[in-house]
Each structure stands twice: as C-alpha cells, then as structure tokens.
C-alpha cells in the first residue's frame, strides 16, 4: 500500500510548525500577531510560539542566538531565499484587511490562482519572508 493508496481520516497526525530566523522576535511577533489574528504562546527577545485556535501555527526564533542548537542562519544572508510560508484561512478576506491594516509589503496584491481556483495574496513579513495567505479551494 502506498502513502496515495492510503484512506484519509479526519485525524491529523503530524502538522507543520515552521520556524522563522527574525531580527527582532518582539517586534516580529507584534506584526505575525495582528496579521494572523494570532496569540502568543511563549513570548519573549529570543523565542515566540504564535498561536491560532490553540494550536501553534508559526515559530519565531532570533537570528543569532544559538540556544541548544546553535545560530539558524547566516544575518548576511537574505532571509527565506526560495521558501514561502503559506497560509490557508476559511477567513480569507478577514485577512486580507488585517494585511492592509499591518501596511505590509504586498509582492501580489488579491488574484485568483488559476491552478488552484482560489484567491491568494502574497506578502514580504518584516524580515523578508514570503508569506502567502489563501483561501480554501
């Protein structure tokens, strides 16, 4: 039986928890909060856990400390180069205005993706980053 060949249930077993190498994770978390809709879980100068329904939908971590692990990126390098962080909202155009509101940097303003069929807006977060808000196909 392969992966395709399995059925699908309601449960989901594994979910995404990206993470983000910021500059400021204050200030980051700040604008990711008031776009997202979202609340904090951690909060903090180094470390934040944003929160949507209860779950942590994005993690943001400081560029150049190190914790446990050691630093996750090169601060001389552009953030993100060649990633999208993308979002599927039911609450598309709820965020579309909590977008307009942040002033963030909108590289594709409101389109419908003819692939998918739905509406997308496409955005730069405060340190780079592509992000993607879509609506459910």
């Known amino acids: 039986m392969t992966v395709s060949d399995t059925p699908r ?7 995404a928890q990206p993470l983000l190498a910021v500059d400021d994770v204050e200030r980051a978390g700040e604008w990711y909060r008031k776009v997202l809709g979202a609340r904090s ?3 903090g100068p180094d ?9 942590m939908i994005l993690q943001l971590h400081r560029l150049d400390e190190g914790h446990h692990h050691g630093t996750l990126g090169d601060p001389s390098l552009p953030r993100g180069n060649g990633v999208a962080i993308w979002f599927e909202t039911p609450d598309f155009d709820g965020t579309v205005a909590r977008v307009r509101e942040a002033g963030a940097d909108v590289v594709t303003d409101v389109h419908v993706n003819p692939n998918a069929g739905h509406r997308e807006i496409w955005i730069r977060d405060l340190d780079g980053y592509l992000v993607v808000f879509a609506e459910p196909a």
């Open 9 to 15: 249930s309601n449960t989901l077993t594994m979910r």
């Open 41 to 43: 879980g951690h909060g």
């Open 47 to 55: 470390y934040e856990q944003l929160l949507v329904d209860g779950h």
